[in-house]
Nanobody, 116 residues
Framework: QVQLVESGGGLVQAGGSLRLSCAAS????????MGWYRQAPGKQSELVAG???????NYADSVKGRFTISRHNANNTVYLQMNSLKPEDTALYYC??????????WGQGTQVTVSS
């Protein structure tokens, strides 16, 4: 069973930066896309950023220009560089990997807290 493990979360002041990482416990074949989601208390989960196998990226409007998603294909790792953090970015961030057959793998999440 493949596990995705996130790291890099923590407490940061507004305006600060964090870099999240998500690594797979073993190689995953035929990846279609990887992405980062977040869920704040009392809110629905939302896609923060995604990256396809071909390198195409997409971002939630709320993070465009501040967050950057990247991946290391060789070790199935995806990163999320978060700059100019705001209190409204506070949430549990978790990663997703989707195969070309539509199978999803999910991590357990890493907490990001931004103080004002």
């Amino acid at each position: 069973q493949v596990q995705l493990v996130e790291s890099g979360g923590g407490l940061v002041q507004a305006g600060g930066s964090l870099r999240l990482s998500c690594a797979a416990s073993r190689s995953i074949s035929n990846i279609a896309s990887m992405g980062w989601y977040r869920q704040a208390p009392g809110k629905q989960s939302e896609l923060v950023a995604g990256i396809t196998a071909g390198g195409r990226t997409n971002y939630a409007d709320s993070v465009k220009g501040r967050f950057t998603i990247s991946r290391h294909n060789a070790n199935n790792t995806v990163y999320l560089q978060m700059n100019s953090l705001k209190p409204e970015d506070t949430a549990l961030y978790y990663c997703n990997t989707r195969t070309i057959w539509g199978h999803d793998y999910w991590g357990q999440g890493t907490q990001v807290t931004v103080s004002s």
